[in-house]
């Protein structure tokens, strides 16, 4: 008898991209289908160049990389119809209006058109950007670009969004929006994959959190697991029995090991 | 010391960023590069010279008669509008660009004086901008002619602070007449109008006259030195200023210099509450409102060309840009409807290449904007295409822009002389080609607020896009009266265009 493997959103083997020096070291790095997965580290280990490798925009030295089954090194085209790709800085058109914009993402997705349209009215009426669906995108706030862009990731449904930092920057209301929206996601199957610095939201909404530091996976797991790792089961940053660690002291005496090594 | 919050020490601030600016545009922000460009420099001054030394040589000495002082106004008046045009762009910026002006707004310190200095600044920056143009030319006078041209310095900073403090009149006052909201678009193509107005006049009026597109026919013609006033006329005074004439130079010194100073005294006090206005106007989208469409059915190809086209529309700073190249071809169109009702097949002949000049010009300035300027770099590279398409259907987008403007115009040649319609035709596609693949060779990641910089990205790129069209002009030009003898010309174009290819990133090893 067979056991079923796992099905994997997204599958990476030995991924290697190396700068001036190693920013990426031969990571590897499983997220399940339907988990909302945060990657988190310090500033320069290497999520955002990971993140970029799975959405295709750098190549990288060595490794592999398939999302949904697919091998996105070698049939990029076919891995990123189903990847949504969000920066934190907003990739919009000032001179496009937000129903243009989604208009022209849908395009470049191939969604049929009225799909799209209804798509795009639906989630422009949930991110609360009705009301300013055709007017150009200069006079946007960072959270409205934010919204629109976010917006251009989910019109044509994908089922892997990757999001490098979406909360930078966003007042509390727009980042409530667009938690409350890739939390609706990932309950309807999406896989999100995130890096976030806000190390609260990843606590809040990740089925399972990795840690990357050096250009390599250093601990992964859910929160518990990742406090077992680091070492501070049942025991708060006091010292304490009356509860769990935060992340926050999680993270900071998982990634101080590494720094002090190095 | 300088004392903090004084206009000395905002002009102390506002040249070491013009200086910091400048050389990051020289150098492309490449420290390295700063002893290549002082060499370039260097022998662009000496080349410079070795020009105006050969030119000049008539005009030293020659007579102050009606005839050089009509030569010498009328080309100091298109150097001025010129200079307005610069300084009206400025101080659109100066009103409209963010940057650093909430920090000064914010600060406590009086906004007439940061005003002042920009207007100053501006003043200085079009009377610099004159000078690797002029001095050459200047000091060959001198050489030639004697100490009395030096006054010509003087007229140039005196027509720096005069068309800045008509600039700065003009700008306000669109500001009052039409408002903030749309006085940044008309500033613009007001600008660009004005630099184009009156060279374009003087052709139109050449070609309906003379049958010609040389402006000196109509300024050495016997009507205008007929019409133009006695030599002791004030109206001469730039023009004697110029050749030392010691009372004409002050006075054109100190009237500009009032001018200029009446220009910040009036306006300086409100820079503030233009700059506010201005940036209320901004986020105020009442009139950026469009008719909702429906989404139309497109494939990938189209929804980029689409989007290349919406944005070069809307592109108010472009739509001035690409309006000033189109006034360049008025005096083309206006010699070829004359020419067709002549009949004459002689001034088909300058048409073709002027044509085909301002189509590799265009398609240039085009292909970088949808090419290098992407606004959305990671969108398009994270959607399901491959580069290669993103790259045709943006090149179907420049291409498709030449041919709407261009074909028009070939059309009505076609009926005239077929023969002159299918070498214009030809040159165009060929020119608009090589500048398009030009620049994709080069093709850099900017934005498209960067276009004025564009030449920074690469200098090969700017001269082969420069030299190739006007190569293929001038293949035309000849093949339009003797196919075989195009063929020098078209084998110089093929060599500028090859040698971009080899001199190309995308062509060295390991890129």
Known sequence: MSIPLPQFALEIRGLVKRFERPAVDGLDLAVREGEFYALLGPNGAGKTTTLRMIAGLIRPDAGSIHVTGIDALADPVAAKQVMAWISDEPMIYDKLTPREYLEFVAGLWRVEPALAETRARELLAWLGLAAHADERCESFSKGMRQKVALAGALVHEPRVIILDEPLTGLDAGSARQVKSVLRERALAGGTIIMTTHILEVAERMADRIGVIAHGKLIAEGTLEELRRQAGHSGNDATGSASGGASLEDTFLALVAEPAEAA | ?511
């Open chain 2, 1 to 511: 010391m300088i004392q903090s919050g004084t206009a000395v020490w905002f002009a102390q601030h506002e040249s070491r960023l013009a200086w910091r600016d400048w050389l990051a545009m020289m150098t492309a922000g490449r420290r390295e590069r700063r002893r290549r460009v002082a060499i370039g420099i260097a022998v662009f001054v000496v080349v410079m010279h070795a020009v105006a030394y050969s030119v000049v040589g008539g005009f030293a000495a020659a007579p102050l008669d009606r005839q050089m002082l009509v030569g010498i106004t009328v080309t100091l008046l298109l150097s001025w509008l010129l200079m307005v045009s610069q300084a009206m762009e400025s101080m659109t910026r100066a009103f409209y660009s963010r940057s650093d002006l909430d920090l000064i707004l914010a600060s406590p310190v009086a906004s007439q004086k940061v005003f002042a200095v920009r207007i100053s600044t501006v003043t200085l920056s079009v009377a610099m901008m004159a000078l690797p143009l002029a001095a050459p030319f200047i000091d060959m006078l001198v050489v030639r002619g004697g100490w009395r041209w030096l006054g010509a310095y003087g007229v140039i900073a005196a027509m720096g602070a005069a068309a800045t403090a008509l600039a700065v009149a003009l700008t306000v006052a669109l500001f009052r007449a039409i408002g903030p909201k749309r006085t940044r678009l008309v500033a613009q193509i007001v600008a660009a109008v004005i630099g184009a107005a009156f060279v374009i006049g003087l052709q139109v009026a050449a070609i309906l006259s003379y049958g010609t597109m040389s402006r000196g026919s109509v300024l050495q013609s016997d009507a205008v030195l007929a019409l133009a006033p006695d030599t002791a006329s004030v109206l001469w005074w730039p023009a004697r200023a110029v050749v030392g004439d010691g009372i004409a130079l002050v006075g054109l010194v100190v009237a500009s210099f009032i001018l200029l100073g009446a220009a910040i005294a009036i306006v300086s006090p409100r820079f503030g509450e233009y700059a506010i206005a201005a940036a209320s106007a901004d986020s105020s989208p009442a009139s950026q409102r469009r008719r909702s469409a429906a989404f139309r059915a497109t494939s990938p190809r189209r929804a980029l060309r689409r989007k290349e086209w919406l944005l070069l529309w809307r592109d108010p700073w472009l739509v001035s840009q690409t309006l000033m190249q189109m006034l360049y071809l008025v005096p083309p169109a206006v010699l070829l409807w004359r020419s067709f009702a002549a009949a004459g097949g002689g001034a088909f002949n300058l048409l073709v290449p002027v044509l085909v000049m301002a189509a590799g010009q265009l398609a240039g300035g085009l292909a970088w904007l949808t090419i290098s300027g992407e606004d959305a770099p990671d969108l398009v590279a994270a959607a399901p295409v491959t580069g290669r398409l993103i790259l045709r259907a943006k090149i179907e987008a420049v291409l498709g822009i030449i041919a709407l403007i261009f074909a028009p115009l070939v059309a009505v040649l076609a009926i005239a002389s077929p023969w002159h319609a299918l070498v214009t035709g030809g040159g165009i596609v060929i020119a608009a080609a090589s500048a398009t693949a030009i620049q994709l060779w080069f093709r850099t990641q900017a934005k498209r607020s960067q276009f004025r910089r564009r030449q920074v990205s690469s200098r090969v790129a700017t001269f082969a896009e420069a030299f190739s069209s006007i190569s293929w002009a001038a293949t035309a030009a000849v093949a339009a009266i003797d196919l075989w003898l195009a063929v020098v010309p078209a084998l110089m174009a093929l060599i500028v265009t090859g040698g971009a290819r080899y001199l190309s990133p995308r062509k060295r090893p390991g890129e």
